[in-house]
C-alpha cells in the first residue's frame, strides 16, 4: 500500500506523481478474503492498528492483480473508547468509585505511546489524577505489548464534591469526554480532517447518600451533526441512583470547510452537555 504520510498532505485527485508517495504499509489477504494491514515501523502496533501518520483516506493499492487501485485506511478498525463507572456518594461529598476502561486500537497505539513515555507508572497515575480531579487508590492496566490491539485499564478512585448550603453539584459522566470546544475561529477556508472514525461511551451509575435528593438533573438529548456523527446523551434517576448513558459516533473523517459553522456549534452543544450538573439537596 503506497501511500503519502499526512504530515506531508493528501494524495490529490488529479496530477498524479510518484514524488506524492513517500512510504507504504503491507497488505495481506487470506484465503477467505480478510485483509490485514501492518508496519513494521510501529513498535505498539499490530494488525490492522497504525499511527495515525499512516491511516490515511487514499492509499494506492500496489498489485497488479487487484482490480481495485485504492483503499481507506481511517476505517480498517473499530476504533473505540469504553468507559464502566460504578461510583458511590457518600453525605459529606466523598465519591469512591471504580472506572473500567477499555481503549482499541489507535487509541490502544496512543495509550501505550503515553504509557512509554512516561518516566514510570508512577508519572503515568499522577497525570490521570491531575486531568481528572481524583485521587487513584488502586491502578492495574494490561494490553500493553506491542501486538495487542485492546489495552484494558482499571481503577479505583476517590473524588472529593464541595458541599455548600446543603447542596452537592455533580457532573453525572464524572469523567468528561470533552472539555473544551476546539473550534474556535470565526471562519475556515480548509477541509477539516479529523484522525479517524471513533465511538466514544461512557455507561455511568451512582449511588447517592440516602439524605439527599435530586432537585436538578440534565436533560436527556440526542445531538447530530449529520448521519456520520451524532451524540446520545440520556441520564436518569431511579430511587437513589443516578446512571449515564453517553454514546458519541464520529465516522466521518473529511469535511468540507462549508461545514465548519455546523461542526462548530455541534461541539459547542457536546461541550455545554459534558459540563451539566445533577443538584443534590440535603433532607
Not at 463507572?85 to 497505539?109: C, E, R
Request: glycine share 4%.
Amino acid at each position: 500500500m503506497l501511500i503519502s504520510r499526512r504530515s506531508t498532505g493528501r494524495l490529490p485527485y488529479t496530477f498524479p506523481s510518484l514524488d506524492q508517495l513517500n512510504t507504504f504499509v503491507v497488505a495481506a489477504e487470506t484465503a477467505d478474503g480478510k485483509v490485514y494491514y501492518m508496519d513494521g515501523s510501529a513498535i505498539h502496533g499490530g494488525l490492522n492498528m497504525l499511527p495515525v501518520e499512516l491511516m490515511v483516506d487514499r492509499a494506492r493499492i500496489f498489485d497488479d492483480g487487484h482490480t481495485e487501485k485504492w483503499a481507506n485506511l481511517t476505517n480498517i478498525s473499530k476504533n473505540q473508547e469504553i468507559f464502566i463507572i460504578n461510583s458511590q456518594l457518600d453525605a459529606d461529598g466523598n465519591m469512591k468509585g471504580t472506572v473500567n476502561t477499555a481503549y482499541s486500537f489507535p487509541n490502544a497505539y496512543a495509550y501505550k505511546q503515553k504509557y512509554q513515555a512516561a518516566k514510570d507508572s508512577t508519572e503515568f497515575i499522577e497525570k490521570i489524577q491531575e486531568l481528572n480531579h481524583i485521587t487513584i487508590d488502586n491502578f492495574k492496566v494490561t494490553g500493553k505489548e506491542p501486538m495487542s490491539t485492546v489495552v484494558k485499564e482499571e481503577i479505583g478512585f476517590t473524588k472529593n464534591y464541595e458541599v455548600a448550603g446543603g447542596y452537592i453539584y455533580l457532573n453525572p459522566m464524572i469523567f468528561a469526554h470533552m472539555t473544551e470546544n476546539k473550534f474556535t475561529q470565526t471562519d475556515r477556508k480548509l477541509p477539516i480532517e479529523f484522525n479517524y472514525p471513533t465511538s466514544y461511551l461512557i455507561n455511568c451509575n451512582i449511588t447517592l447518600p440516602e439524605n439527599y435528593q435530586v432537585v436538578e438533573i440534565p436533560k436527556s438529548v440526542k445531538l447530530v451533526l449529520n448521519e456520520n456523527c451524532k451524540c446520545i446523551y440520556y441520564v436518569q434517576q431511579e430511587g437513589n441512583k443516578v446512571s449515564l448513558s453517553y454514546r458519541f459516533d464520529m465516522n466521518q473523517t473529511i469535511f468540507p470547510f462549508t461545514d465548519y459553522n455546523a461542526i462548530k456549534e455541534f461541539y459547542g452543544q457536546l461541550v455545554t452537555k459534558n459540563q451539566e450538573m445533577v443538584v443534590l439537596k440535603k433532607i
